[in-house]
């Protein structure tokens, strides 16, 4: 474990090719796909565990977010990663950050709207992260779809010589994409949660069988959670390239929900292809 961007920058200053897998902690099988997917590009896999106040909003979780790095070193260990970058809040943000990335247009929408801040807190501790480990390669997942594609225009519109790699989303045995935050679901609210899933999951089934009344079904999708004890703030049918609104004639198109079952909020995705 290195605590220091000074130790990091050591340790990696003679190797060659290396990819980056950035995570707030508490790993799950999702975060361990990531680093495999990272080994089968670069012979050195660094990964980061930074849980980054900047992008969680005061009434937001960042006090209980499930912390368990004893655990995660160990997990990390066993797949060979070369280093973990491990700073605490003083080394990463030694003074206030008065810089802050300024996401681009897709990143006020959807989860930017409803979570005022998000992407402008992600954003800047990537690039942070991203220059203090210099990887050629970066991993991130899908499930967290519009963050994939807020960092990848980042690094496009900022010319930093980085591949973004997307690794798709892993899923519990019923559907419910792994996250940190299902440790927060009940008994209950855990038997509900796959719902979201088979909703959008619907979505494209309708998509695929030529049904193009977007935001029609966008509005059952979000009836069909509210009728189940959900608080929704999304549902949507959106360009898988730009998350512009989908259109007549679009072919990758992606379903998006972000929604409460309790005081948990969950977010998923699935991309649809239609046509040739």
């Known amino acids: 474990m290195l605590p220091t961007v000074a130790a990091v920058r050591e340790r990696l200053s003679g190797e060659p090719s290396v990819a980056f897998v950035p995570t707030m902690g508490n790993l799950h ?7 495999r997917l990272a080994a089968r ?13 900047l ?5 937001e979780d960042f ?12 997990r990390l260990e066993e797949l060979g990663v070369a280093a973990v970058f491990a700073p605490d ?17 897709l990143g006020n929408i959807l989860e930017g709207e409803h979570r005022p801040g998000f ?10 992260l991203f220059n203090i480990v210099q990887p050629r390669y970066a991993v991130f997942g899908k499930k967290d779809y519009q963050q994939l594609l807020v960092v990848r225009e980042m690094v496009r519109q900022l010319n930093l010589p980085i591949e973004i790699v997307a690794g798709e989303t892993c899923r519990d045995s019923d559907g419910l994409a792994l996250s940190s935050r299902n440790k927060y679901l009940n008994s209950a609210e855990r038997r509900e949660a796959p719902r979201l899933y088979s909703t959008l999951v619907w979505l494209k089934k309708e998509l695929e069988s030529g049904n193009q009344d977007y935001r029609g079904l966008e ?3 979000r009836s069909n959670l509210d009728k189940s004890g959900w608080s929704v703030d999304y549902v949507a049918l959106q360009q898988q390239a730009t998350l512009g609104l989908a259109q007549q004639g679009d072919r990758a198109l992606v379903a998006l929900g972000a929604a409460r079952l309790g005081a948990t909020r969950l977010i998923d995705n699935v991309e649809v292809f239609l046509g040739t």
């Open 219 to 221: 509005k059952a999708a």
């Open 41 to 53: 590009r670069a012979p050195c896999v660094v990964a980061s565990i930074f849980v980054n106040r």
């Open 89 to 105: 809040e003083p080394e990463l943000y030694p003074s206030p950050q008065e810089v802050l990335v300024e996401p681009p247009p």
């Open 29 to 35: 099988e999702g975060h361990l796909e990531l680093v």
């Open 55 to 59: 992008q969680f909003a005061p009434h």
């Open 119 to 128: 992407f402008r807190g992600v954003a800047t501790v990537v690039l942070k």
């Open 63 to 74: 006090d209980r977010y499930p912390r368990t790095f004893q655990e995660d070193c160990a």
